[in-house]
């Protein structure tokens, strides 16, 4: 669609001195056509404020010419004055949706008889009407003669073809304003033509694409008419300017045509951060030297930040003008990036991740809870997606509430200094980076062993007071549900004290050093740009790319630690580079380790292989084994190989795991059991603590040998706590998702002359069936699911299998896991059938000394049982 927008200058009239601020204030004073909205406007808010834009930008082109015109003429003050009536300008605008935009040059533009669209059909054919609008804002102070007070001031004539006595608006088919410049015949706006002009032209130049339509500006036109009315005085060839009459508004790309974001050869993808900062200087540089920026205008122009010290100087110490590094600081905020924000008000109360899924779906994936569940934050990259997004969730009615979303923006600097509040509330250490004179071995120390400095009682009564904190939670969330049926089911809930339950004393671990058997490192580059083998410094999320030796980390033990540096020696001797997160290229990726407290030792290789022959790879493979078993040091015992092309870091299922010495297997032992493991099945990382983790489990299963009892080991891994208790048990289950760590159980149950044992390799949530057909005169769950826990079916299922009595809860992330515990205990309703569990016990159990992390194990055991005991030990005492 294409909008045409008419304007013919008005004449003014005043008499008084024309100084540059009444110049420039003709912006102000000009009556806009934009000032009132009529109901084409609101329906077509698009090109309404398009053509807004435009109208100023035409009107910013007329000050500047006349303000050339000025200054050139000023020059040439001495020469002669010529008289002209009164005139003053202003202007008047119709318009009109038109389906075909005219042609526009700026020749044919100034001769082509002036056209007039109405904004609205309403206002179709109303010349009064805008006559009006314009009338209103006009004084007669305002319509004075500009023409007489830029010859007075400036030595230049203006004259106007219209009836210049008149105050009242003019027709809007008049010529527009003609400013004379008799002194200087040689002269030609034209030859003074400022960027911006240029600029424009060829904007109406561009070819037009049939995506959306936005705008561009007027063409401009500087003409060299041959003017009829001549100085009386000088009598010579008058130079003119007229301003082109019509505002084009032409379709061009649309802004997917623009986004190359999905385009992994577009140079934005390949950026390094030094060609990023280059890139920005040249940037700053244009907009600060060259770009034609008009002086109302500049306080908007966004300079990179991190260029703005050097063109602003630094901060002067000690006894420096505060007021002036107010100053400096204030423009810093004003040129900083944008984040464009839009703040969303009444959400419901509840569900988080609810409404969270929902502003999922409709694509705005940047999506933050406000500081209060009272609104919500959504990050956009431009201000007109803001716009837009604003648009549509103003729209929504959600769960009954009328969503209201408002424009929010930020600067960078505010969004950082919120965020880092947030971390300081949360007990994070924020440094800012000038104060951060950490080397950068204690920066990873710090990252990956963040209590490295902790005393480790200290670190124990962190984790504990974290378990409780969520155990506090589950009782106070349950006590707090609504509409409950059966208040009886959780009394427990409703009793004196925040603890739901006895809470033991913490267990450490007996290793606090070197006792993490699995690691997996990243090959890369470090700061140097040397090829590395260690840890990234930072999150690759974030952007870090660098990598550093594990030397500084407290956990990785020295078999482990040895078996990189031998891997950093043998790649940085290779002919073959290490692999770049950024670039997507080279060939090493990630070394990971298994070093069992049996003395075996796993060691897998990844690669890309994307530009090797196959003879090339083969011949790697053959290195790679003559390397780790006669070269390294190392007592390999088995040796096994991925090549992953993909763009994911770190080990991955979705590329096969190739033996390339030993059998692929490694051995550890637990409580007397032994254990065969493969490289992709789970295994816990610290073994004398797991040890304490597993003889707890059992103890608190408390299996009654006078019964026949199933016990069901849900995300059994290699079947580790089912064949540590399947002696004491009729019948094991477990259920795990990895078939290789299925393979794995089976064997380790033979390998333990285990024979009541039967594995399901599925998701536990394929398989409820076996779940709830698993009855006996006792069953047990132990569930030692991942970090975020189990799908609620899988609770719902416990639930509903009456046989199930009681449930140990192994949880290595008790926050993610509040979820589940509230499932279990919440009293029966349509969606959770089954009478619900409650906990009686709890411990936290540390496998991850100098981390955050730690086992939190929580026994639950069915309400039912409960209370029909204390309700035969009530009739048992009226009896008595
Ligand atoms: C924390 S590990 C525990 C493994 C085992 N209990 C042990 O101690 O060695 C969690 C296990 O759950 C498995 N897993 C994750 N999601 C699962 C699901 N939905 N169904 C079954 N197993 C799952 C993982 O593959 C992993 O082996």
Redesign the pocket.
């Known amino acids: 669609m294409t909008t045409i927008v008419n304007y013919t200058q008005q004449k003014r009239d005043e008499d008084d001195d024309m100084s540059l601020a009444d110049i420039m204030s003709l912006r102000i004073s000009s009556p806009s056509p934009m000032e009132e909205k009529n109901d084409w406007a609101v329906q077509n808010e698009l090109y309404y404020k398009q053509i807004q834009s435009s109208y100023y930008q035409l009107q910013y082109l007329q000050q500047q010419q006349m303000l050339m015109m000025m200054n050139s003429s000023q020059s040439r003050r001495s020469s002669t004055v010529s008289s002209s009536s009164s005139s003053t300008t202003t202007s008047h605008y119709r318009y009109k949706k038109s389906r075909q935009p005219p042609p526009l040059s700026p020749s044919s533009l100034s001769s082509k008889p002036q056209q007039h669209y109405p904004l609205s059909p309403s206002s179709s054919n109303s010349s009064s009407s805008t006559h009006n609008r314009t009338s209103m804002v006009e004084t007669p102070k305002r319509r004075q003669s500009l023409g007489k007070r830029i010859k007075k001031v400036f030595g230049m004539t203006v004259e106007l073809p219209m009836d210049t006595a008149s105050t009242k608006m003019t027709s809007p088919t008049k010529s527009p304003v003609i400013l004379s410049m008799p002194n200087s015949p040689n002269s030609s706006i034209s030859s003074i033509k400022p960027r911006h002009h240029r600029r424009y032209n060829d904007i109406n130049q561009l070819p037009s694409s049939p995506a959306s339509s936005t705008v561009s500006t007027t063409s401009f036109n500087t003409n060299n008419t041959n003017n009829t009315n001549t100085s009386a005085s000088t009598n010579k060839k008058k130079k003119c300017v007229s301003f082109n009459s019509v505002i084009k508004l032409h379709e061009t790309f649309s802004a997917s045509d623009y986004d190359r974001r999905c385009d992994t050869s577009a140079t934005c993808q390949k950026l390094t951060p030094v060609l990023a900062l280059k890139i920005k200087e040249e940037l700053n540089n244009y907009k600060l030297n060259e770009m034609f920026v008009h002086l109302d205008s500049r306080q908007n122009t966004h300079f990179f930040i991190s260029f703005l010290g050097s063109v602003l100087g630094k901060k002067r110490s000690l006894d420096s003008d505060e007021e002036e590094q107010g100053v400096v600081s204030k423009k810093q905020k004003l040129n900083e990036n944008i984040v464009h924000r839009i703040k969303v008000s009444h959400l419901p109360e509840r569900d988080i991740s609810l409404v969270k899924k929902y502003f999922k779906s409709l694509g705005y994936n940047r999506f933050n809870k406000g500081p209060t569940w009272s609104y919500a934050l959504i990050t956009l990259d431009s201000e007109a997606q803001a716009a837009d997004a604003v648009r549509t969730i103003n729209q929504i009615t959600y769960k009954g509430q009328k969503l209201v979303a408002e424009y929010a923006p930020q600067t960078e600097t505010d969004v950082r200094e919120n965020s880092a509040r947030k971390g300081k509330k949360k007990g994070k250490i924020m440094i800012a980076e000038e104060d951060d004179h950490r080397t950068p071995d204690e920066k990873l120390a710090d990252q990956v062993t963040p209590l490295w400095k902790v005393d480790y009682e200290t670190q124990l009564v962190k984790k504990n007071r974290n378990s409780i904190k969520q155990l506090v939670a589950l009782k106070r969330k349950i006590a707090e549900l609504k509409n409950v049926r059966d208040e009886s089911q959780i009394d427990w809930a409703y009793e004196k004290g925040a603890l739901p339950c006895e809470v033991l004393d913490p267990i450490g671990s007996p290793v606090t050093e070197g006792y993490r058997t699995k690691c997996e490192f990243t090959i890369g580059y470090n700061l140097d740009r040397e090829p590395t083998v260690g840890f990234l410094l930072g999150l690759y999320r974030d952007g870090v790319t660098s990598v550093l030796e594990p030397s500084a980390c407290l956990n990785v033990p020295d078999v482990a630690k040895k078996i990189a540096a031998v891997m950093n020696e043998y790649i940085r001797k290779s002919d073959l580079p290490a692999y770049d997160r950024v670039e997507k290229t080279g060939v090493w990726r990630t070394l990971m380790t298994k070093t069992q407290s049996t003395g075996d030792v796993l060691i897998l290789v990844q690669i890309r292989a994307a530009d090797l022959t196959a003879e090339r790879l083969q011949q790697e493979k053959e290195n790679l084994v003559k390397f780790w078993n006669e070269e390294s040091g190392v007592n390999v015992t088995t040796l096994v190989f991925q090549v992953w092309d993909g763009s994911s870091n770190g080990m991955t299922d979705k590329a096969p795991i190739e033996v390339l010495s030993g059998n692929g297997y490694i051995h550890e032992n637990l409580l007397g059991n032994r254990f065969r493991l493969s490289a992709s ?4 990382v610290n073994t004398p603590a ?1 040890e304490i983790l ?1 003889a707890k489990c059992a103890e608190w299963c408390a299996i009654d040998p006078t019964k026949k009892t199933t016990l069901l ?6 079947g ?2 089912g064949i540590t208790m399947a002696k004491s048990v009729e019948h094991v289950i477990g ?4 078939p290789e ?1 299925i393979v794995d159980a089976k064997v380790n149950a033979e390998l333990n002359d285990i024979k009541n044992v039967t594995y399901y390799a ?4 394929d398989k409820i069936n076996v779940v709830t057909d698993a009855v006996n005169e006792e069953v047990i769950a132990v569930l ?3 970090r975020n826990g ?2 609620a079916s ?1 609770i719902r299922a416990i639930r509903d299998a009456k046989h199930i009595s009681r449930v140990i809860y ?1 949880s ?1 992330d008790s926050k993610q896991a509040i979820d589940n515990f509230i499932a279990l205990c919440r009293p029966t309703s349509n969606r959770f059938r089954g009478m619900p569990f409650k906990p009686v016990r709890a411990v936290t159990v540390d496998l991850f000394p100098h981390t955050e992390h730690c086992e939190l194990m929580v026994e639950f055991v069915r309400v039912e049982e409960q209370e029909e005991e204390e309700e035969e030990e009530k009739k048992e005492e009226e009896e008595a």
Not at 681 to 684: D, P, V
Not at 713 to 718: A, I, K, N, S
Not at 735 to 738: A, G, P
């Open positions: 099945a789970f295994f816990q797991t597993y080991d849900l995300c059994c891994g290699t580790t706590i259920i795990e998702m990895v760590a599925s998701k536990v949530e030692d699911p991942p189990v799908h899988v192994i290595c």
